[in-house]
Protein backbone atom coordinates (compact mmCIF):
# COMPACT_ATOMS: atom_id res chain seq x y z
CA UNK A 1 0.00 0.00 0.00
CA UNK A 2 1.23 3.66 -0.34
CA UNK A 3 1.63 6.47 2.52
CA UNK A 4 -1.42 7.65 1.73
CA UNK A 5 -3.17 4.24 1.98
CA UNK A 6 -1.77 4.07 5.76
CA UNK A 7 -2.53 7.25 6.38
CA UNK A 8 -5.93 7.02 5.61
CA UNK A 9 -6.49 3.76 7.67
CA UNK A 10 -4.87 4.87 10.68
CA UNK A 11 -7.08 8.06 10.65
CA UNK A 12 -10.03 5.54 10.56
CA UNK A 13 -8.61 3.11 12.68
CA UNK A 14 -8.56 6.14 15.31
CA UNK A 15 -11.89 7.04 14.76
CA UNK A 16 -12.92 3.91 14.98
CA UNK A 17 -11.23 3.76 18.15
CA UNK A 18 -12.50 7.00 19.82
CA UNK A 19 -16.56 6.73 18.61
CA UNK A 20 -16.85 2.82 19.20
CA UNK A 21 -17.30 3.11 22.93
CA UNK A 22 -19.22 6.10 22.49
CA UNK A 23 -21.60 4.49 20.14
CA UNK A 24 -21.35 0.94 21.81
CA UNK A 25 -22.89 2.98 24.93
CA UNK A 26 -25.11 4.60 23.16
CA UNK A 27 -26.86 1.50 22.06
CA UNK A 28 -26.67 -0.11 25.49
CA UNK A 29 -28.38 2.93 27.06
CA UNK A 30 -30.84 1.91 29.82
CA UNK A 31 -33.48 3.26 31.92
CA UNK A 32 -35.06 2.44 34.93
CA UNK A 33 -38.94 2.34 35.03
CA UNK A 34 -41.32 1.90 37.75
CA UNK A 35 -44.20 0.41 36.12
CA UNK A 36 -47.85 0.40 38.03
CA UNK A 37 -50.90 -1.86 36.59
CA UNK A 38 -54.08 -0.81 37.57
CA UNK A 39 -57.63 -1.34 37.52
CA UNK A 40 -59.97 1.28 37.59
CA UNK A 41 -63.76 0.87 36.97
CA UNK A 42 -66.88 1.98 38.47
CA UNK A 43 -67.86 -0.74 40.33
CA UNK A 44 -67.45 0.21 43.99
CA UNK A 45 -65.68 3.13 45.84
CA UNK A 46 -62.69 1.03 46.74
CA UNK A 47 -59.24 2.69 46.35
CA UNK A 48 -56.07 0.12 47.40
CA UNK A 49 -53.78 1.02 48.34
CA UNK A 50 -54.44 4.42 49.78
CA UNK A 51 -51.45 5.96 47.64
CA UNK A 52 -54.18 5.38 44.69
CA UNK A 53 -56.35 8.17 45.50
CA UNK A 54 -54.02 10.74 43.76
CA UNK A 55 -54.52 9.02 40.61
CA UNK A 56 -58.04 8.84 41.38
CA UNK A 57 -58.15 12.98 41.82
CA UNK A 58 -56.19 13.51 38.56
CA UNK A 59 -58.29 11.27 36.90
CA UNK A 60 -61.47 13.24 38.17
CA UNK A 61 -59.98 16.13 37.49
CA UNK A 62 -59.59 15.09 33.49
CA UNK A 63 -63.59 13.98 33.78
CA UNK A 64 -62.26 10.33 33.84
CA UNK A 65 -64.98 9.30 36.84
CA UNK A 66 -63.60 6.29 37.37
CA UNK A 67 -64.55 5.18 41.24
CA UNK A 68 -62.54 2.08 42.19
CA UNK A 69 -59.14 2.11 41.80
CA UNK A 70 -56.94 -1.13 42.75
CA UNK A 71 -53.46 -2.01 42.28
CA UNK A 72 -52.81 -4.93 40.19
CA UNK A 73 -48.84 -5.23 40.21
CA UNK A 74 -45.90 -2.73 40.96
CA UNK A 75 -42.56 -3.69 39.44
CA UNK A 76 -39.49 -1.75 38.79
CA UNK A 77 -37.70 -2.61 34.79
CA UNK A 78 -35.04 -1.90 32.58
CA UNK A 79 -36.11 -0.37 29.57
CA UNK A 80 -33.48 -0.59 26.66
CA UNK A 81 -33.38 1.04 23.23
CA UNK A 82 -31.59 -3.03 21.62
CA UNK A 83 -34.90 -4.68 22.59
CA UNK A 84 -38.44 -4.12 24.10
CA UNK A 85 -38.96 -5.02 27.81
CA UNK A 86 -41.98 -6.93 28.16
CA UNK A 87 -44.92 -6.35 31.01
CA UNK A 88 -47.57 -8.82 31.83
CA UNK A 89 -50.83 -7.54 32.19
CA UNK A 90 -53.99 -9.54 34.33
CA UNK A 91 -56.02 -9.78 31.04
CA UNK A 92 -53.85 -11.97 29.43
CA UNK A 93 -51.88 -9.40 27.20
CA UNK A 94 -48.37 -7.61 27.45
CA UNK A 95 -47.30 -4.47 27.49
CA UNK A 96 -43.95 -3.49 25.55
CA UNK A 97 -42.08 -0.69 26.76
CA UNK A 98 -38.71 0.49 24.48
CA UNK A 99 -36.40 3.09 25.17
CA UNK A 100 -36.09 5.44 22.19
CA UNK A 101 -34.20 7.76 23.46
CA UNK A 102 -32.52 10.17 26.53
CA UNK A 103 -32.16 14.09 26.81
CA UNK A 104 -32.01 16.57 29.61
CA UNK A 105 -33.17 13.88 32.07
CA UNK A 106 -36.41 13.10 30.70
CA UNK A 107 -36.15 9.50 28.56
CA UNK A 108 -38.99 9.09 25.49
CA UNK A 109 -40.45 5.53 25.72
CA UNK A 110 -42.46 3.95 23.31
CA UNK A 111 -45.42 2.04 24.85
CA UNK A 112 -46.89 -1.03 22.81
CA UNK A 113 -50.10 -2.33 23.58
CA UNK A 114 -51.96 -4.85 22.24
CA UNK A 115 -55.08 -3.51 20.10
CA UNK A 116 -54.21 -0.31 20.69
CA UNK A 117 -51.72 2.46 18.50
CA UNK A 118 -48.24 3.17 19.67
CA UNK A 119 -47.71 5.78 22.12
CA UNK A 120 -44.68 8.15 22.88
CA UNK A 121 -44.09 9.37 26.30
CA UNK A 122 -41.61 10.87 27.87
CA UNK A 123 -40.50 10.09 31.66
CA UNK A 124 -39.10 13.40 33.60
CA UNK A 125 -39.45 15.32 36.14
CA UNK A 126 -43.53 15.48 35.56
CA UNK A 127 -43.87 12.67 37.49
CA UNK A 128 -45.79 9.73 36.45
CA UNK A 129 -47.67 9.29 33.07
CA UNK A 130 -51.04 7.15 32.85
CA UNK A 131 -51.64 4.81 29.82
CA UNK A 132 -54.64 3.12 28.95
CA UNK A 133 -53.69 -0.58 28.67
CA UNK A 134 -57.11 -2.40 27.83
CA UNK A 135 -60.15 -3.74 29.28
CA UNK A 136 -60.17 -5.83 32.22
CA UNK A 137 -62.97 -7.66 34.53
CA UNK A 138 -65.09 -4.77 33.76
CA UNK A 139 -62.88 -1.63 34.13
CA UNK A 140 -60.09 -0.25 32.38
CA UNK A 141 -56.32 -1.19 32.70
CA UNK A 142 -54.08 1.93 33.58
CA UNK A 143 -50.20 1.77 33.58
CA UNK A 144 -48.93 3.72 35.54
CA UNK A 145 -45.19 4.83 34.43
CA UNK A 146 -42.90 6.42 36.64
CA UNK A 147 -39.36 7.36 37.28
CA UNK A 148 -37.85 5.31 39.64
CA UNK A 149 -36.76 8.35 41.71
CA UNK A 150 -39.59 10.23 41.88
Known amino acids: MTKPTWAVLALLFAVG ?21 VLASNKGTA ?12 FQKQNFSFTSFKRMSLDTVEVGAQKPTEV ?3 NGTNASLQLLGMKDGSATLRVIIPNQSSVEVELGRQGAVYQKAGK ?15
Open 136 to 150: HVGGELILVLVPPSK
Open 88 to 90: KLP
Open 47 to 58: VEPPELSKMKEA
Open 17 to 37: LVMGPAVASAQEQKVKVQVEV
